[in-house]
């Protein structure tokens, strides 16, 4: 079962028992070819879901979280809470901490859940595919399971009949510095922002959203789930994220019935475009960047994918809509040319990447990157030094691996060294 063990926790080390629950063991039976995506929702956590997440959390890290933690990240409004115990499990810094008069933070969180139905699903047929699922679920008037095991775990939301499969926590920092956040992080990322500002070609590298994983299905889960999730924007919206200095992944992940199947690193790429979104109006629409005038294309373009996606099948995208998005606004039995056409003469000028402008210009065209005095908006985390595995995630989608900590996390009496990594995202 080392399939089953994630990879954060401490090699050597006994896995936990919540690993091998009874949702992970059938979720491993689900084909690695079998695109998920499309039956995925992101939601804001809420106060029911806190128990959840400390499961997750209990499953992935070796680290323990202060129970405060897991409320405080799914209260349903701005995330504030006295973080102290939470931040002195990892004896970060030198300096003695647990003295300091620490003050409220701002926690955003977020969940991936996938719907029971698709578990009903799949332990009575035997089949997968996500076609095939939707013609169920179409046609049931009922997924009911009397007496089912899984309804009685943690990570089950019986509101909407859902399981919390992954999660996002960020730490919205509105301080250069502050107790809670070290000098030496902000000092790091000042010193390798100011260092590369003349090696332009390595900063761009930094800054471009990696756009490898956006696929058809890709392009349709963010424009379901993030441009034309209303309710995840108006949560967001709670936050003061676009007065942050920077923002600190607290932490992030998949529950192990589902690794391996790129979830992780959807997430956090899911996590750079929703801050470029709310921060900026930038969107990303087949492989270029733009900067969104009207709301209206939004929805056209969420069209134009579910409808590639679907093949123009309306029975599955009537299913699709009213069964998995809960919206009655019916796509259009518009083509996707004509969708296409509607959509190119709504946008801008695109742009292929998001340039550094070195000269500073106030004046310079609204695509390009503008350099700033201090540093731009900053994601930035750190990872433990064996976990090569999240450490080569980031990289890939260009977070700079700057440094390594050492003696940054202090768990069961045993210090380790901890990966900084960084993903810069200047204002256009």
């Known amino acids: 079962m080392e399939c089953l063990k994630s990879s954060a926790l401490?090699?050597?080390?006994?896995e936990y028992k919540s690993e091998f629950n009874?949702?992970?063991?059938?979720?491993?039976?689900?084909?690695?070819d079998v695109d998920l995506l499309p039956i995925l929702n992101i939601k804001p956590l809420q106060p029911r879901h806190s128990s959840a997440l400390q499961e997750l959390h209990l499953e992935l890290f070796p680290v323990h979280y202060d129970p405060s933690f897991f409320e405080v990240a799914c209260s349903t409004e701005c995330g504030f809470y006295d973080s102290q115990s939470f931040w002195d499990m990892f004896d970060s810094s030198s300096n003695n901490t647990r003295d300091l008069d620490w003050y409220e933070n701002q926690i955003l969180s977020f969940g991936l859940f996938l719907p029971r139905s698709y578990v009903s699903f799949f332990r009575k047929f035997g089949k997968y595919d996500i076609e095939s699922y939707l013609e169920y679920i179409s046609n049931e008037d009922d997924f009911t399971e009397f007496d089912d095991p899984l309804a009685e775990m943690l990570i089950f939301d019986p509101e909407y009949d859902e399981f919390l499969i992954g999660f996002v926590t960020l730490l919205i920092n509105l301080e250069v510095t502050n107790k809670l956040i070290s000098d030496d992080d902000y000092n790091i990322l000042y010193t390798h922002y100011h260092n590369n500002m003349e090696n332009n070609s390595l900063l761009s590298n930094e800054i471009n959203i990696n756009l490898d994983k956006f696929d058809v299905s890709y392009y349709s889960f963010i424009y379901n789930q993030l441009y034309n999730n209303k309710l995840l924007i108006e949560y967001t919206r709670k936050f003061q994220i676009k007065d942050a200095k920077t923002i600190y992944i607290l932490s992030t992940g998949i529950t192990l019935g589902l690794r391996r199947r790129s979830l992780g690193?959807?997430?956090?790429l899911f996590t750079q475009i929703?801050?470029?979104f709310i921060?900026?109006?930038?969107?990303?629409?087949?492989?270029?960047?733009?900067?969104?005038?009207?709301?209206?294309?939004?929805?056209?373009?969420?069209?134009y994918y579910n409808k590639l996606f679907f093949k123009d099948n309306y029975n599955l995208l009537y299913s699709f809509y009213t069964l998995v998005l809960n919206d009655n606004s019916i796509c259009p039995r518009k083509t996707t040319d004509e969708l296409d056409s509607i959509i190119q003469a709504k946008?801008?000028?695109?742009t292929s990447n998001l340039i550094l402008n070195s000269n500073c210009d106030q004046d310079s065209n609204h695509n390009s990157v503008s350099c700033v005095n201090n540093i731009p908006l900053v994601i930035y985390l750190h990872t433990i030094y064996?976990?090569?595995v999240a450490t080569e995630m980031y990289k890939k989608l260009h977070f700079y691996n700057i440094t390594t900590i050492p003696n940054y996390y202090s768990i069961n009496n045993k210090k380790y060294n901890a990966n900084f990594l960084a993903y810069f995202l200047p204002k256009p």
Do not use: A
């Open 274 to 276: 929703l801050i470029y």
């Open 10 to 14: 401490i090699p050597g080390e006994p």
């Open 22 to 32: 009874l949702l992970n063991m059938l979720l491993m039976k689900v084909p690695k």
């Open 347 to 350: 946008l801008g000028e695109p």
């Open 279 to 303: 921060n900026y109006s930038i969107i990303v629409f087949e492989g270029y960047y733009y900067i969104l005038r009207s709301r209206d294309v939004l929805d056209t373009i969420k069209n």
């Open 265 to 268: 690193t959807h997430l956090i």
């Open 386 to 388: 064996y976990n090569e």
